[in-house]
């Protein structure tokens, strides 16, 4: 199985501040790569799908880069909604589909 | 407006069974690849099992495997795990998720629902 290892596990930013979360493949993922943020108690909500694209209603603040074996989740201006925990998770070829262990980003 | 409603869930002993469904709404439901994700309390996302549009193509966890059984109803628009032999580490909520393309297996869980709590304890 392809494991999904994240950094870091937590953080703690600012409102307005930069932040980048990172994720590695234990193999070549090509872009089968998506990220998602999660609320306490809501559903798990889609921001990147396929390394670098931003789903519909996602906020621009949002980016994903990266292949192969590393990716990046970057937020530029980090705003109050923001502080959830976020995932990555891999799609490539067929399942087991395994998701990162996750970042929790708080407020500083 | 697609919507995934999760149901089912609640208090069962170990060895326990219990069936979660999850009514589907706003899509052609028969198009679309479905899976199962959970978290456990205090733990990250962990994906379950996937049942292709067509019903034909079927995959689960190892840590589930030959205890949980996927499935679907077209007719309806349901989406069910039959879970048996529960044990205390499946404690978790589960999500029911929509894949995000159609007639494809590709893994990427655009709608989620809300969630339900299976715990299991004696």
């Known amino acids: 199985d392809i494991q999904m290892t994240q950094s870091p596990s937590a953080l703690s930013a600012s409102i307005g501040d930069r932040v980048n979360i990172t994720c590695r493949a234990s193999q070549n993922i090509t872009t089968s790569l998506h990220w998602y943020q999660h609320h306490p108690g809501k559903a798990p909500k889609l921001l990147i799908y396929?390394?670098?694209s931003l789903q519909s209603g996602v906020p621009s603040r949002f980016s994903g880069t990266g292949t192969g074996t590393d990716f990046t989740l970057t937020i530029n201006g980090l705003q109050r909604e923001d502080f959830a925990t976020y995932y990555c998770q891999q799609s490539y070829r067929s399942p087991p589909w395994t998701f990162g262990q996750g970042t929790k980003v708080e407020i500083k | 407006e697609v919507q995934l409603v999760e149901s089912g869930g609640g208090l069962v002993k170990p060895g326990g069974s219990l069936r979660l469904s999850c009514a589907a709404s706003g899509f052609t439901f028969s198009s679309y690849t479905m899976n199962w994700v959970r978290q456990a309390p205090g733990k990250g996302l962990e994906w379950v099992a996937s049942?292709?549009?067509?019903?034909?193509?079927?995959y689960y966890a190892d840590s589930v495997k030959g205890r949980f059984t996927i499935s679907r109803d077209d007719a309806q628009d349901i989406l069910i795990l039959q879970m048996n032999s529960l044990r205390v580490e499946d404690t978790a909520v589960y999500y029911c998720?929509?894949?995000?393309?159609?007639?494809?297996?590709?893994?990427?869980?655009?709608?989620w629902g809300q969630g339900t709590l299976v715990t299991v304890s004696s």
């Open positions: 049942i292709s549009d067509s019903g034909r193509s079927i």
């Open positions: 396929t390394d670098s």
């Open positions: 998720a929509r894949d995000g393309l159609v007639s494809t297996l590709y893994g990427c869980f655009v709608y």
